[in-house]
């Protein structure tokens, strides 16, 4: 077991042990990152891809800004649902 002294120098705990090698991230956890950072460029591209055509698309579907405004809102609500559903 190391000293306190000892520990105090490499900056680590006695009972501090590192899963990986050191400056070495997983394969697993580098895909998992590279796996959120997709679902958010994505999601935020189709976004803003989407938002300068509103008027367009409430046009073509003949719907009131209030309608247009409950389907809209609708989505994350739905979002949040599915993503307790996913859950277990």
Request: charged content about 15%.
């Amino acid at each position: 077991m190391e000293s306190p002294e000892t520990a105090h120098e490499t900056g680590h705990k006695a009972s501090d042990k590192p899963a990986h090698k050191a400056g070495r991230v997983p394969t697993r956890l580098r895909l998992a990152r590279l796996g959120v950072l997709l679902i958010f460029f994505v999601n935020g591209a189709t976004f803003a891809s989407l938002v300068p055509r509103y008027p367009e698309i409430i046009e073509r579907l003949h719907v009131s800004n209030t309608l247009w405004g409950l389907a809209l809102g609708i989505g994350p609500i739905g979002g949040i649902a599915l993503g307790w559903l996913a859950a277990p």
